[in-house]
């Protein structure tokens, strides 16, 4: 029973990854975490982000940065899967978001408020995962190397406005198949992730322009050490590169190259119910993206 009443912390559901202003990386520690099969968890999120933004010198737009605030829900189900845990999720984010800087040296602010775009995904754990009932999973060892394989698809369906540059909406479909290996050994554990991007095309970007942007590919990496059952801090860092953009046929010397770091900590505050607490940097490496710093607090439950 003492397995069975923290594994709620142990649960990451992604509430972090939506209420972060980067829309394509993310940081999740315990991402592989096995979960006994047919548990539901129900989760709410909240973050605040604010930073520099970088863009085109051509679009005449200096000294930019952005406030955003975001709220977001998450569910996931887990299931037994060819023998092995599995589990799908889905997560909603909602955000209030204010940009400001001088347009061809004026004063300008734009604000949008609305869904972003929602992301759903299918992972299971291709070894030390078996699928085990919550009975099993309690009576059964641990295993101390996990490997799982994830897919996950963000859907454009978040607001876009066609006219416009600044939108909380990506108006396009990313693809982002996942593999992971994480090692416990003793109280710590160590997970690393690695990602590709796929982007498909925005037929409606700026001023009538198509954009097209090449795959992204991440890397996530996340020491985590575990206090007590359900009780764990983590520190995080990621790096993503590529997503070589295209307008229009015109190849843009704007690629995507970031870097983030994270502090963030599990809570358990019942056998039931947790709360996950982070701190994420983003910094990108080019002349243009973003710096950016967030704060985000997670709360879950399991029925």
């Known amino acids: 029973m003492r397995r069975l009443s923290c594994f ?5 559901i992604g509430l972090i990854g939506i209420v972060m202003p980067v829309q394509a990386q993310d940081l999740e520690p ?3 975490s096995q979960l006994p099969t047919g548990v539901n968890f129900f989760g709410a999120g909240i973050g605040y982000s604010e930073g520099d933004i970088f863009l085109d010198p051509v679009l005449q737009i200096e000294d930019a940065s952005v406030e955003l605030s975001t709220v977001g829900i998450s569910y996931v189900r887990s299931f037994g899967l060819l023998g092995r845990s599995a589990r799908f999720d889905v997560s909603v984010p909602y955000a209030d978001a204010s940009w400001k800087g001088l347009l061809q040296g004026e004063p300008a602010s734009v604000q949008r408020q609305g869904l972003m775009d929602p992301r759903f995904r299918l992972s299971m754990l291709l070894y030390g995962g078996p699928a085990l009932t919550p009975g099993e999973f309690a009576q059964s060892p641990r295993s101390n190397t996990v490997v799982g394989l994830g897919l996950s698809v963000t859907a454009p369906l978040g607001e876009y406005i066609d006219d416009k540059l600044l939108n909380l909406g990506q108006n396009r479909w990313v693809i982002r198949p996942q593999l992971g290996v994480t090692h416990t050994r003793g ?3 160590y997970e690393l992730t690695g990602s590709i991007f796929f982007f498909t095309d925005n037929d409606s970007f700026f001023q009538g322009t198509t954009l097209e942007n090449d795959p992204l590919y991440a890397l996530q990496g ?3 050490y575990e206090f007590r059952p359900g009780l764990w801090l983590s520190l995080s860092t990621a790096y993503g590169d590529g997503a070589d953009p295209t307008v229009s046929g015109v190849p843009k010397d704007s690629v995507t190259e970031n ?7 599990g809570i358990p505050i019942s056998r039931r119910q947790g709360i996950k607490l982070a701190y994420v940097r983003s910094r990108t490496q080019v002349p243009t ?15």
């Open 8 to 12: 709620i912390a142990a649960a990451s």
């Open 30 to 32: 315990r991402r592989w």
């Open 187 to 189: 109280p710590w554990t």
């Open 222 to 224: 996340h020491l985590i």
């Open 259 to 265: 870097w983030l770091s994270a502090l963030s900590i």
């Open 289 to 303: 993206g973003s710096d950016m710093d967030t704060i985000a607090l997670g709360f879950q439950t399991m029925f």
